[in-house]
């Protein structure tokens, strides 16, 4: 079967830190990947695709190693709203239009 | 946000009784999933569909049956519910710009006692 693992946490930092997250994917086929923000009882939201080598929206970047099949979720700046679960996913290959997701990882900002 | 609704968004039921749970649409998206979300197993596909009257199993399908009659909805079955199929159920969708990225709705919370 096809995994995903992400570091559950929780991380717990300062406002303003820098904080990473890693993902290792072992589907050596899998081409697109995502990271989702969910929050409490909430459904997952899209926040970054990665498609090639990596990704950068404002205070964010995602990057892609796909020799070591890893994707890293950076975010800068560390905001108390950008405390919830982050789960990364990988496609199951080319065209396969299904995903597999990690467990999460969970994030807290401290005031 | 994507144009996903799904109905219930909560619901208690006992043990032995069948459940559906609706998945509505209004982007015209051709793939269509319905996941489970449970404490220390994060996401699992239970079933997805690829087209009107196309489905498939996912990781998670025994105790569940899905259909789709119309491009917009997608509906997940419960036939004979039991305490272990308590969880949050989202659907998702994805295709229609041909890239796999999916879109969550809301989630409908599902207790079985």
């Known amino acids: 079967r096809k995994e995903v693992e992400q570091d559950p946490g929780p991380f717990n930092v300062p406002e303003g830190a820098t904080v990473a997250f890693n993902c290792t994917y072992s589907n050596s086929a899998s081409q697109s990947f995502f990271w989702y923000r969910q929050d409490c009882r909430k459904e997952p939201k899209l926040l970054m695709s990665?498609?090639?080598s990596g990704n950068e929206d404002g205070r964010f970047t995602a990057q892609l190693n796909r020799a070591s099949q890893y994707i890293s979720l950076l975010i800068r700046d560390s905001k108390l709203s950008d405390s919830a679960t982050y789960l990364c996913?990988?496609?199951?290959?080319?065209?396969?239009?299904?995903?597999?997701f990690g467990k999460g990882t969970k994030l807290s900002v401290i005031p | 946000d994507a144009g996903i609704t799904q109905s219930p968004r909560h619901k208690v039921t006992e043990t032995g009784t069948p459940v559906t749970l609706r998945c509505h649409q209004t982007?015209?998206?051709?793939?269509m999933y319905w996941y489970r979300q449970d404490p220390g197993h994060g996401l699992r596909l239970i079933h997805y569909s690829y087209g009107v009257k196309d489905t498939d199993k996912g990781e998670v399908s025994d105790g569940y049956s899905v259909s789709r009659s119309k491009t917009e909805d997608f509906l997940l079955t419960l036939e004979s519910a039991t305490s272990s199929q308590t969880s949050v159920y989202f659907c998702a969708i994805s295709g229609a710009d041909s890239t796999d990225t999916q879109y969550f709705g809301p989630g409908t919370r599902l207790t079985v006692l």
């Open positions: 990665v498609y090639s």
């Open positions: 982007e015209n998206h051709r793939y």
């Open positions: 996913a990988g496609d199951s290959g080319a065209g396969s239009y299904q995903l597999t």
